[in-house]
């Protein structure tokens, strides 16, 4: 079946430094790709949905010069955490789907730590 | 905003059958019924998704009730592999919002 992958599935970095996620869909083009974060025993949370070519859109509270989106294929879209602090510490998992209403496939999440 | 409601956690004994439930009573005529689990520390993992009628899959069965107000997923011999946060959403496009699902603890 169809594959979306995430990388990397864990990172630590540095209070005020940026971190780039990537999210593939290895064996499918997605137009549209969506980015959540999900808190320790919590659940998932729609962050944003990105568009390919174009611009994302970002659900009610969440910033988006901190949260900088790029989907610049049909295969990979980007999430960049921006001058990072110790509360965007979170686990943050993408999804793709082939077609409307169908089943998604999500990413094996990546572990961000913010020291 | 999520729209369906579920219990928080439930219990099985390993190889029998468990019914997990789900109301979506402001379930609207597009709406489609997905069902997810999670392991800890994964991603979400696809288990079955209908409209208006029962579905069957390899994995489990989704019975829908006539006036779509309410799901069950079941899951027909429960294995220790089955514990896991089982997710229950409405979409409408491909945009998902998660509740807060059913922990399933399956006991050996």
């Known amino acids: 079946g169809a594959v979306v992958s995430q990388h990397p599935s864990r990172v630590i970095c540095k209070s005020g430094t940026s971190v780039k996620i990537e999210c593939r869909s290895l064996?499918?083009?997605?137009?549209?790709m969506f980015w959540y974060r999900q808190f320790p025993k919590k659940s998932l949370m729609l962050m944003a949905t990105?568009?390919?070519?174009?611009?994302?859109?970002?659900e009610q509270g969440v910033e988006k010069d901190k949260f900088l989106i790029n989907h610049a294929s049909l295969t990979l879209s980007t999430l960049t955490v921006t001058s990072a602090h110790p509360e965007d510490s979170s686990f943050y998992i993408c999804?793709?789907?082939?077609?409307?209403?169908?089943?998604?496939?999500f990413g094996q999440g990546t572990r961000l730590t913010v020291v | 905003d999520a729209k369906t409601t579920q219990p928080n956690s439930m219990e099985s004994n390993e190889e029998e059958p468990v019914h997990l439930p789900c109301n979506h009573s402001?379930?609207?005529?597009?709406?489609?019924i997905h069902w997810y689990r999670q392991l800890p520390s994964q991603g979400p993992e696809y288990v079955i998704h209908?409209?208006?009628s029962n579905v069957n899959n390899r994995m489990a069965s989704l019975a829908i009730a006539e006036d779509r107000k309410s799901s069950t997923l079941i899951l027909h011999r429960a294995t220790l592999r089955d514990a896991a946060v089982y997710y229950c959403?409405?979409?409408?496009?491909?945009?998902?919002?998660f509740g807060t699902g059913t922990s399933l603890t399956v006991i050996p």
């Open positions: 999804s793709a789907s082939l077609a409307l209403n169908t089943e998604a496939f």
């Open positions: 064996d499918f083009q997605a137009t549209t």
């Open positions: 990105s568009n390919e070519g174009s611009k994302a859109t970002y």
């Open positions: 402001t379930i609207s005529g597009t709406d489609y």
């Open positions: 209908g409209l208006t």
């Open positions: 959403i409405l979409i409408t496009g491909n945009q998902f919002y």
